[in-house]
């Protein structure tokens, strides 16, 4: 036969699923013989049942209440419904994964108007007992009988009223005994019946009752929200109740073993004298902090910061109590687990592993990656988040916490920069407006999703970003935007929460980032545990620095195309896309020539003899062409040919699906001229770096290759180059590609037998397995989303059984053909955890990663061989 | 030891690997006892022994060559070097592949002063001889000494000027006799030794120089343009001489056992009476036709004529035959299979089953799906098309030859169609332009490549067209183009090679296609014996007439959205795609859904219970709207909206890559309106069709399905739909989807548990798998093909080992959890040969093409079977 009630006793910590979270822990506190008022639980399994019997209590489980019931009695030597000495309970849910404040508590059971009577002696008395009657009346009504308590609230503000009273406290015992009375005829009108004397009862009502809340409407979306098990079911708790309210050496509180918001080794709590647990909540009185105790109950104190460690080191993690102490007696509630911010759980993590309460290890998955991200970037006060309402909301690109002016122009974020914070707002972004996010805190766009060009740039930049807006109307003529109707204006200020994609008006404080030594300690702990290699994307020197600054162990993404769109630059490289003859193309790419260079030096320089893997031009060239008739007019007048061949030729080049047209290594292919002058600046800047005695680990890698004859005819010219460049041995680089076509995962053997390295394209190849442009795509995913077709962004988290099956097939492929191949990633999913785990667990080489993400790729790589 | 020569009786027609297709005729014609000059054949393997060798002949080899000669000595009763009767050589190259006019030949061997002098009888004898002899020195020195022939042929000419001469046969005898003399002195002039006297040596020279012949320049190229293997070697024929231009009753001809333009089965050819073969190929003569041999020499026609018919009951094919007539003897040089049109060779390969002479397999298998391609449409002169050089040339996009008019607008078609033919000339081309493409005979565009939508719409209506034709500008305001320095304007004619993407100025005359009974009877015998089902791809009515028409077996694609590009439907899903609030969109689908209802009804009436697959809405909507600013002001007013607005509105509907955006069943996902008003039309069309004793077979398809969710969404719908329009069961129908998605093949078991039919979208397919967008793709796949990267259009025929390979993994997985489920392709590919080859060896159960591609695929379904 199945035990459907456990004396607390009887159970312990480990039994959560059967006693309910609070259930275990108050059996555990029982057990190592703490002060936790006595009680017993009745079990999941009895909650299971009673739906089974179509919500009633059968009669195994009544019977094993009262049993429990009678013990209970026995143990705390009080009786319930004896007037002499009556037994009080409270009755309260714990279901085996918190939900808190979702299902219904009863307090105070066991009072009838006898016993009210006998307990009534003194003014005190009597205010206390009615003031505890009424609320159980109201209380039944409401949990049990599912009435409104509106009316009983009422009958409590006539008589504030009348009494001018401010607090319950200032009622007379009188006027308590008066609004218990009218809450019991109040009672009998709403519900149609008497109040229940009978204290069992009420009692296995009351069971009921909270059984029943296990399926009420916020319980079950909060478990819908949570992925909760609709299955799992809730204990019940009965207790006897202890009364912080019930004199003057009675108090209430709340403790953490450890500070929440910073993780300091602290007792840290507050309480309320002669007040009920419930008040605290409330906020109807401000509480005194713990260390008030101290002075003025310091054996209390003492006892409580005893039994906080005792808790700590028993359950190895921060504690978050409850206790109440009546009449100088304390008595402990519940203790778990306690929530904390992303600080504060760092701190503790190290901190216990510090001490050998835990292991390293456990550290390392006790913090999560979400926490690292939080303590990458400025966040908002909780205060200031609470009290402002966004203005919209967009999709969380990048994180980060800025506010700005906003300006929508690039040049007139140049313009203002140096003056205040500015916000770029654009309809969608270009590669032209890289300069502006330099400069500005934050980008705002209307357009594009979480890996839009936009986003991608912002988080390469460590850039606040919110994307996708769309409730936004921007008009560039007029430079306004507007949200309804609200209009602004460019110069108004704005606030973005890039980690929730809220937008505020005006400036929002903000709290800086806390990146303590304990952040090291542990991503140095990651890093002793992993095996997958993490690298960076980084463009320029100084992003390679930040990047190595976090722990990369190379550049595993250099876009060369993003060293082009600074001013100079791009006035060259568009007098190459521009040229009409073969003379003039390959001047402009001889004034290329030394400019690559010069930046391929300072990243060998920066790198300082780490891998640098460097990506030859990739994009469709009418990228680097400008858009605007300005820009137009004056690079025509630079290049000496009318505004309208200009943009004859500019319209030329303008392609349908450019994501799948003239883009990548097939530039080089068409014009091998590119790749010539790329390698001559890799290898020269190799070699010019490497006589300074700075080891150079150059390795050439080649986008877009779905065929083995590309990478062949590629190769061929880059080593031919190298021949014109250095001697052979000189200096030591390897060729490889990028595998972001879905055919480059197919025909992987015959490709890797050309290639050194293979680098998985993750965002193209997401792209491409889908059919989804991810500047297109956020027209229709979030209908995915909400119909539940997608559970994910695959553009985010790696999908797994479509993607990622090509790149298992892909490096099944590559290895067999060529064992000694270097295999990584280096889309936007070697930064995010679930993705990192993926990749890790297919064995590669590394990921590479947005320098703001490297903490988190190192993690994520040290729980994926800990979670194994 | 190898044998390295071979008499011509020791050989036969099956050992063309080793004597060549020349030796091994030769030898089977000697051995069926007809007349041929006797001789030997130095194989393919002395040629390879021969480069082994460094180039020379090593002692085996000659060995054997003496040998040979001897017994061809005894044979023949003439001896080489022998003055009395010498016995005269010709030397010819023959390799297993044909590889016409590109080694050499030597004739004449054996002459040397003394011989000449011996035969010198009478003037015709000496002139005879001695043009016979400075031939051969001649030929000597060009071929075996690699001198310039040039200086020889001013000899000749030289004498003929002297004596005022118009051919050879004016010089006279002493004329003849210095000009050998003469070259003889030019001969050591030239070579700086004297002309080798020594017959023996003359032939192993020769015999060295033909093998050399094998890797000259033009040969080399050949190969490489033919794909031949360089591995092959030449065989060399030594062959006793016959002259056809000894005595007047002597002729050399040509002649074909079948009329080689039509198949006509009759003796066709032509010869000239006192030449050497030679003659014929220079055209120096006019030759008759070989009928007046029947009245001037019916003993040598007779002859003929039975030798003809014997080779070609031996050799079971079309012959063509080189013959030699000496003082009255008949000699038969050479035989092979002939070549032919493909009329020609339809007509042939049916007559010869017909008659028994070949199996109807085997006449399947001669007829090349090219023959059915070039039989399909109308042709242009091949005199025409010698005389008129091109223009320009762009991609051969849709077969046919036309002439017409060119305009630069649809409007302008449709306007001056009906006067003359017009072709449209666009610089690329969108679904507005199918109204003129309807009327129009052919169209031309700048942009797109052979499977852009200007070349696929023009394949289903069997329009000639050429794209890509990148070197012509179009000036669409002036109503001009221009190619270099030639511009035509509006009204003016030019012509379209649709076969090969050549652009003429003004008319060309053209034949007329000649689809005869035989047609008719090779399809009868190809659908017996296919194995896979061919449908069609079609979308109104009237072409799937013109499908069924040409043996489609049902429609595998019908594109809805090409039912609404018509005038007045257009209108209506433009309301519907531009409507602000739902109702509006409600309200635009309800106008369409009785336009679409009576599509569908005629659709179904003109299947008459033939399967019916119909695709739901594909193309992104921005293809719907009116891009020109006249086409939006006249929406904008019959919307009752501002230009401005409409503007803004068509701008947000834009998207950077739009194949992979908001397109396929993502509409239907984000607005499933959509798909209710296309199932409730499809559902009621074919209840009423059904109800006048119709049977109907719909099947209804979704686009661009890479997840089970999706299709899991929209069947619901789709199923909730049906039961609001036919009762159940009252009309049967599929759902399924179309594969074209590279995550769609992989996720193909989890889809194929919900889809009744797969049907692989191959363009998408190729599109998404190799990362190009068809319409881009044209602006580098040219440097593809050429850097030899590429060795065919994958848009054309299907790339097994990428495209293929993932068609292959999603049969197995579908069919593993779907055992039932059909599966078909609809992509461009399903008119190909190869592919559907490659579709039928997978199991696929039918492809679908083009109706004009229907006959192709037919006969390639049998060629599958047939080669396995």
């Known amino acids: 036969m199945k035990k459907y009630v456990y004396l607390f006793n009887e159970g312990n910590k480990d039994m959560r699923d059967l006693l309910g979270g609070k259930g275990a822990n108050l059996a555990e506190m029982c057990n190592m013989g703490l002060p936790v008022p006595l009680g017993f639980t009745v079990t999941t399994e009895a909650c299971k049942q009673y739906y089974q019997d179509n919500e009633e209590l059968n009669e195994d489980i009544k019977t094993e209440i009262l049993i429990a019931l009678k013990k209970l009695e026995s143990e ?24 808190p404040g979702m299902m219904d508590t009863i307090l105070n059971l066991g009072l009838n108007d006898q016993i009210a009577k006998k307990l009534s002696k003194d003014e005190d008395s009597i205010r206390f007992i009615y003031d505890s009657y009424r609320r159980l009346i109201m209380m039944f009504a409401d949990v049990v009988k599912g009435k409104d308590k509106d009316k009983f609230e009422k009958i409590l503000e006539k008589y504030k009223e009348k009494r001018n009273a401010k607090t319950d406290l ?38 009921k009752a909270v059984f029943r809340s296990w399926n009420n409407k916020r319980a079950k979306v909060y478990r819908e929200m949570n992925n909760i098990s609709d299955a799992l079911g809730t204990a019940v708790n009965v207790q006897m109740m202890v009364y912080g309210n019930l004199s003057e050496d009675s108090l209430t509180g709340v403790a953490f073993s450890r500070n929440p918001a910073t993780g300091e080794d602290v007792l840290y709590g507050e309480f309320l004298e002669k007040a009920q647990g419930e008040d605290i909540v409330a906020g109807v ?175 390469g930049l460590g850039r606040c970003c919110i994307s996708g807006c769309s409730e936004i109307t921007v008009n560039a003529a007029k430079k306004t935007l507007t949200i309804g109707d609200i209009t602004l204006t460019e110069g108004d200020y704005i606030s973005l929460d890039g980690s929730t994609g809220n937008v505020y008006e005006g400036v929002l404080p903000t709290t800086d980032p806390k990146i303590t030594g304990n952040f090291e300690t542990l991503l140095n702990w990651a890093k002793d545990v992993k095996k997958i290699g993490v690298r960076a994307n980084a463009d320029l020197a100084k992003d390679a620095l930040v990047a190595f600054n976090f722990g990369a ?75 605007k008739e300005e820009d137009i007019k004056k690079l025509a007048g630079s290049l000496n040919v009318t505004i309208k061949s200009l943009k004859e030729k500019i319209e030329s080049l303008k392609q349908f699906n450019p994501m799948m047209g003239l883009r990548g290594s097939r530039l080089d292919i068409t014009y091998p001229g590119l790749a010539i002058m790329q390698t001559k600046a890799i290898l020269t800047a190799a070699k010019n770096i490497q006589s300074q005695g700075i080891e150079v680990k150059p390795e050439i890698m080649l986008p877009l290759i779905g065929d083995p004859n590309e990478l062949k005819y590629l190769k061929n010219i880059i080593e031919k180059t190298a021949k014109d460049v250095i001697k052979s041995g000189e200096v030591s680089y390897k060729i490889g590609t990028m595998i972001e076509i879905p055919r480059g995962t197919i025909l992987s053997a015959e490709i890797a037998k050309e290639a050194d390295f293979f680098s998985f394209g993750t965002n193209d190849l997401t792209q491409m397995t889908f059919g989804f442009s991810r500047d297109d795509a956020s027209s229709f995913l979030n209908d995915y989303y909400q119909k539940g077709i997608l559970k994910f962004d695959p553009f985010k988290t790696i999908d797994k059984e479509g993607v990622g099956r090509l790149i298992e097939v892909s490096i099944t492929l590559a290895k067999r053909a060529n064992p000694s191949i270097e295999l990584g990633v280096c889309g936007e999913h070697g930064g995010d955890e679930e993705s990192v785990k993926f990749f890790s667990k297919l064995g590669l080489d590394y990921v590479s990663c947005s320098p703001y993400r490297v903490p988190i790729a190192i993690l994520s790589a040290a729980k994926a061989v800990l979670e194994k």
């Open 553 to 627: 162990e190379g550049i595993g993404l250099c876009r060369t195309e993003h060293m082009f769109f600074e001013e100079n630059k791009i006035f060259a490289i568009r007098k190459m896309i521009l040229a009409e003859t073969e003379e003039e193309k390959e001047k402009a790419l001889n004034d290329l020539l030394p400019i690559q260079t010069k930046d391929f030096e300072e990243l060998f320089k920066a790198a300082n003899g780490k891998i640098l893997t460097i990506r030859y031009l990739d994009p469709p060239l009418h990228e680097f062409l400008p858009k």
């Open 76 to 99: 705390v030597g009080k009786k319930i419904g004896d007037p002499e000495n009556p037994l009080l309970l409270s009755v309260r849910s714990g279901s085996p994964v918190s939900m």
């Open 285 to 459: 009185r401000t509480p005194k902090p713990v260390e008030v105790l101290e002075r003025n109950a310091p054996h209390i104190y003492k006892e409580l910061k005893d039994i906080s460690q005792l808790l700590e080191y028993h359950y190895k993690d921060m504690q978050d109590m409850e206790f109440t102490v009546e009449k100088g007696k304390l008595y402990m509630l519940q203790t778990r687990n306690g929530k904390r911010t992303s600080m504060a759980n760092l701190n503790i993590a190290v901190g216990m592993a510090g001490s050998g309460l835990i292991t390293k290890e456990e550290a390392l998955l006790r913090v999560s990656t979400k926490d690292l991200d939080n303590l990458m970037h400025k966040t908002f006060e909780e205060k200031a988040l609470k009290e402002e309402k966004p203005l919209t909301k967009g999709l969380p690109a990048s994180p980060g916490a800025v506010s700005g002016r906003i300006y929508f122009t690039e040049a007139d974020i140049v313009k203002n920069y140096k003056d205040s914070d500015t916000i770029l707002v654009r309809e969608e972004t270009s590669p032209e407006d890289i300069e502006g996010m330099k400069y500005a805190v934050g980008l705002l766009t209307v357009r594009g999703g979480m890996t839009s060009h936009a986003a991608v740039v912002a988080r």
């Open 170 to 207: 200032d009622l007379t015992a009188e006027d308590m005994y008066n609004i218990a009375m009218e809450s019991k005829e109040a009672y009998k009108e709403i519900v149609g019946e008497d109040f229940p004397e009978e204290p069992r009862t009420q009692l296995l009502e009351s069971i």
